[in-house]
């Protein structure tokens, strides 16, 4: 999920470039410190089913899409699975995330330095929507595209099949802004992540669960390099970290420079065993010592959440059903229901009424706009290791 989140499928240990899936597994939104908690609400209006009469190849054809691209490209997995948290936690299930352009001229969502170039998987959405418009126009939406491809990512990275329900309505709106405070980061420790969970309806087990989608993709360097030089005034490498795997990651992630390009920091896998299929092996390389992200080592250093993550590495099975349960509650999370909330977009990255006849789905992302314009990567940290406050 993205606490602390991050990144993508990487068949080796060291993938360079541009994908990163921050898959800090989360369902989250916080509000702001400065605005008070605010509850998600899960929702049971949803069906299983929902398109059976409206469009009832709808869920084959996502399946078939997804299934497609990862034949030609298996980081699309991670990619999915993050998407889809990353959009529900912050205003629900609403498919905010995939918006270019707000009617209102915001920034939106995915411009943020927690998206901007680590989003991957968005094409593969486009491809399904643009299927799914030429069979049943106006009826299926990208809300519900999204979950139902993250479901078909899982399961062709390992995962037994389970259930989505459908039914969700499209937001018309997305704010970059709505992240600050709102957000697990690779900084977060088992307390804040907890309380980002709960106020999102979700437990802390959730939180050890959706922490599993580790188990694939990987982290860019500069979301780990703190544990790996200057930790502390006693240490120059966290003392928990498995001393040849901190070895390892040395050689193959420099000391950050202030002037560095996040989109070419080097990309690390977080399960070295088994990085191209989702399962339990994530809980083991925990309690080995081998976690990248702080906030993926704060499972074991808690005693309540070190005891779930010693039950899921040695059941596999257990986990599994777990993931899937998880997942469906992450995706009932405020969505919006019924004609009168939201829409059904015609095109996932606009919103109805910025439609122009013949304009094209642009297959890229425009260039993130920084805040901090004349040092990203000053930005990417000061998000990620600050909790964006």
Known sequence: ?????????????????????????????????Q??????????????????KTCPEAEGTV????????????????????????????TGCDAS??????????????????????????????????TIEAM???TVSCADILAFAARDAAVAAGLPSYEVAAGRRDGERSNKDDLPGNFPVPGHRVPRLTELFSQRGLSQEDLVVLSGAHSIGGAHCFMFTNRLYRFSNDSDVDP?????????LRQMCPPPMPDDDPEQSTKVSF??????????????????????????????????????????????????QKFAESMQKVGALDVLLGPEQGQVRQNCRLVNSMQQPGRPVRPTRKKPRWPFLGNPFADMIHGFFRGFH
């Open 1 to 33: 999920m993205s606490s602390g989140l991050t990144t993508e499928l990487a068949p080796t240990m060291q993938v360079t470039m541009p994908r990163l899936t921050l898959l800090f597994l989360c369902a989250l939104l916080a509000a702001a410190a």
């Open 35 to 52: 605005r008070g908690a605010v509850d998600a609400v899960i929702s049971d209006g949803l069906q299983v089913g929902f398109y059976s």
């Open 63 to 90: 399946s078939d899409v997804v299934n497609s691209e990862m034949k030609m490209d298996r980081t699309i997995a991670p990619g999915l699975i993050r998407i889809f948290f990353h959009d529900c936690f912050i």
């Open 97 to 130: 995330l995939l918006l270019d352009e707000t009617p209102t001229g915001e920034v939106p969502e995915k411009e943020s330095s927690a998206n901007s170039f680590t989003l991957h998987g968005l094409r593969t959405i486009d491809v399904a929507k643009q």
């Open 136 to 138: 049943c126009p106006r």
């Open 240 to 248: 928990t970290m498995d001393r040849e795997f901190a070895k390892r």
């Open 271 to 320: 399960d070295e065993r088994t990085s191209d299929k989702l399962d339990n092996s994530y809980y083991a390389e925990l309690l080995a010592g081998r976690g990248l992200l702080t906030s993926d080592n704060a499972l074991i250093e808690d005693p309540q959440t070190r005891a779930t993550v010693e039950q899921f590495a040695g059941d596999d099975a257990l986990w599994q």
